[in-house]
C-alpha cells in the first residue's frame, strides 16, 4: 500500500493528451514538492519533473507537471509509442511515513 | 559526466547479509546526498535510507530500521548499503541515486544502474 496514490495504469493513442495522477495529503503533496520519474522496462528510474512542475534539460515539453492541493498531475500530450512506460510519483513527507514516499506507479500504454 | 555505477548481482541464503556498493564520479562527492531504493520484481519503488554529505547523517525507512545500514567511504567516492537478517521478500533491484540539492530531497538524479539481489535457500 503506497502513500501516494497513483491510478496503476493508463493508455492513450498517438497524438492524444494524457493524464496521470497523483492523490496524496497534507503532510506530503500539500505541503512539498512533488517529483515525476519515468522507468522503462529493466532500466533504472529517470528523472521527468522535479520541483512540481520543472522539466530537467533534454526532457521534451510535451512533459509537464501540476499540482493542487493534496493532488499532483504528469501530462504528456502529443503522445508517441516511445512513452510507453512506468511513471513514478515522489514527494517528501514531514509524517511518521516519510521522510521519502513514491506513488505505486502507473503504466502507460501507447495503443 | 556525473555517474553512479553499482556492484554486480548477488545470490545470498535467508539470514546472510549483502553489501552493495556505488562508486561515484564527475561530481565532489561529499556534495551530495545518496540515497537507496529499492524495487521488488513486478512491484514500486520503495525508499530504504540517504546518507548525507554534509554531516555524514544517516536516515532510514522505519520498515527497515535496524536492519539496513548505509555508509561511504569519502577516498573512494563510494557508498554502501548493507542489508541484515536477509528474507526472501528481499529479493529485489537495488539502486542509488544521488540527490541534487546539498540538503535530502527528493530529487534523485542521476540513478545507478542498479543491482539485482536474489535471497534463496
Known amino acids: 500500500q503506497s502513500v501516494l496514490t497513483q491510478p496503476p495504469s493508463a493508455s492513450g493513442t498517438p497524438g492524444q493528451r494524457v493524464t496521470i495522477s497523483c492523490s496524496g495529503s497534507r503532510s506530503n503533496v500539500e505541503t512539498n514538492y512533488v517529483y515525476w520519474y519515468q522507468q522503462f522496462p529493466g532500466t533504472a528510474p529517470k528523472l521527468l519533473i522535479y520541483?512540481?512542475?520543472q522539466r530537467p534539460s533534454g526532457v521534451p515539453d510535451r512533459f509537464s507537471g501540476s499540482k493542487s492541493g493534496t493532488s499532483a498531475s504528469l501530462a504528456i500530450s502529443g503522445l508517441r509509442s516511445e512513452d510507453e512506460a512506468d511513471y513514478y510519483c515522489a514527494a517528501w513527507d514531514d509524517s511518521l511515513s516519510g521522510p521519502v514516499v513514491f506513488g505505486g506507479g502507473t503504466k502507460l500504454t501507447v495503443v | 559526466q556525473v555517474q553512479l555505477v553499482q556492484s554486480g548481482a548477488e545470490v545470498k541464503k535467508p539470514g546472510a547479509s549483502v553489501k552493495v556498493s556505488c562508486k561515484a564520479s564527475?561530481?565532489?562527492?561529499?556534495?551530495?546526498?545518496i540515497h537507496w531504493v529499492r524495487q521488488a520484481p513486478g512491484q514500486g519503488l520503495e525508499w530504504m535510507g540517504w546518507?548525507?554529505?554534509?554531516?555524514?547523517?544517516?536516515k532510514y525507512s522505519q520498515k527497515l530500521q535496524g536492519r539496513v545500514t548505509i555508509t561511504w567511504d569519502t577516498s573512494a567516492s563510494t557508498a554502501y548499503m548493507e542489508l541484515s537478517s536477509l528474507r526472501s521478500e528481499d529479493t529485489a533491484m537495488y539502486y542509488c541515486a544521488r540527490d541534487r540539492t546539498d540538503t535530502p530531497s527528493v530529487w534523485f538524479d542521476p540513478w545507478g544502474q542498479g543491482t539485482l539481489v536474489t535471497v534463496s535457500s
Open positions: 546518507i548525507n554529505g554534509g554531516n555524514v547523517n544517516t
Open positions: 564527475g561530481y565532489i562527492f561529499t556534495n551530495y546526498a
Open positions: 520541483r512540481n512542475t
